[in-house]
């Protein structure tokens, strides 16, 4: 058997395959169940920013006496809220031999602050940062969106000494640069790419609806082609998220650069038992390539390593639009 250990944001992980944030990794239960079936590490599902304030306010809103007492209650919401997630990490951490990130879903620097430490307290072997802003607002410039990264980094970063990691999307106009400029804060890792709630139009009733909230496996073509252009560029570790569904899957995001990748959707759809499918996948092509271990191949495939690294460049096929054109 190859050798699959691989390390990511200073963790050593016995193989690529982190379990994604997601409500499969909200119960020690699930998480004891996902190591057994070979995952490396897990991302616990976020803590949300909105659902503590909706806690507090939803509480509050009922409560119509002494302000005081209102600001009384909306604090014992937020710590309930927190104490169950410490408490999760503290559980999990006792249960699992697996390196456990915790994650915050924010969107600015102050609510948070305070409580990556109580995170790392808690015992989290890294804390990773979902960050997503959408640039919706058409006077708000890129710069100033990219500067509430930045922000969050630098504040979080005072706090904590545990792994830092960011998860974000791919809404930034230079992107390129965006992810670059994250990687020189400090952090030891970034997730290419959140996969965001996904609005469509039911055309029965005409009314707003949700798309599907599982990737598809054509989905990786995006994580894959940025880890690519940016596995070489970066100071941090890049994990490859969105898309992967099997092990050949994993084994092009290791070429191309990824020194983990995580998954959600397709355990999901096919349980736990598919991350040991995934990994004999893994294992069968490196014995079909002859790699004894994950570093013999990883980033063979980066755009610094080949030969004509335009192509993860390239938008564009010329030679099939030449032949739309004719037809
Ligand atoms: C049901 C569900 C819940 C999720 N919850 C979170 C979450 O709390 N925090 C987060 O960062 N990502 C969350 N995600 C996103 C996943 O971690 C992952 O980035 C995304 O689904 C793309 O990976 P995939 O193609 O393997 O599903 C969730 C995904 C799903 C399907």
Redesign the pocket.
């Known amino acids: 058997m190859a050798d699959l250990t691989t390390g990511y944001m200073g963790l050593t992980l016995k193989n690529p395959v982190i379990i ?4 499969l990794t909200h119960s020690v239960k699930e998480i004891k169940k996902l190591e057994s079936h070979g995952a490396a590490a897990v ?1 616990l ?2 803590i ?1 920013e909105e659902q503590i304030s909706m806690d507090s306010d939803a509480l509050s809103s009922d409560f119509h006496t002494h302000s005081e007492e209102a600001d009384y209650l909306r604090n014992y919401t937020k710590q309930h809220t927190l104490d169950k997630y410490l408490e999760l990490i503290k559980e999990v951490k006792k249960e699992v031999g697996i390196p456990v990130i915790a ?1 915050i ?1 924010c969107a600015s620097a102050a609510q948070w602050v305070s409580f990556g430490k109580a995170v790392q307290d808690a015992g989290a072997d890294g804390l ?1 940062l ?1 960050i997503f802003i959408m640039p919706a607002g058409i006077k708000e410039k890129g710069g100033n969106i990219e500067k509430i990264y930045f922000d969050i980094i630098n504040e979080v970063k005072k706090h904590i000494s545990i792994p830092l990691a960011v ?1 974000m999307g791919f809404y930034f106009s230079g992107l390129a640069n965006t992810i670059f400029e994250l990687s020189l804060r400090g952090i030891a890792g970034i ?1 290419l ?3 965001f709630y996904r609005p469509d139009i039911d055309l029965k009733s005409e009314k707003l609806t949700t798309a599907d ?3 598809t496996p054509d ?1 990786i073509y995006l994580p894959l082609r940025w880890v690519g252009m940016m596995s070489s560029e970066v100071k941090c570790d890049l994990t490859a ?5 099997d092990g050949f899957g994993v084994v092009k995001c290791l070429l191309a650069g990824a020194k983990a990748v ?7 759809q096919k349980g736990a038992e598919h991350i040991g499918v995934m990994l004999n996948q893994v294992q069968e092509w490196m014995k079909e390539h002859n790699y004894s271990s994950i570093k013999d191949f990883n980033g063979k495939l980066a755009q610094e390593n080949i030969k004509n690294p335009q192509l993860y460049e390239r938008a564009q096929f010329m030679k099939y639009y030449a032949n739309a054109s004719s037809t």
């Open positions: 994604g944030s997601c409500g991302v599902k976020s949300f994650s879903n990773e979902n998860k997730v790419f959140n996969r909230i599982f990737s989905e998220s969105t898309g992967i569904h995580q998954v959600a959707s397709i355990i999901y």
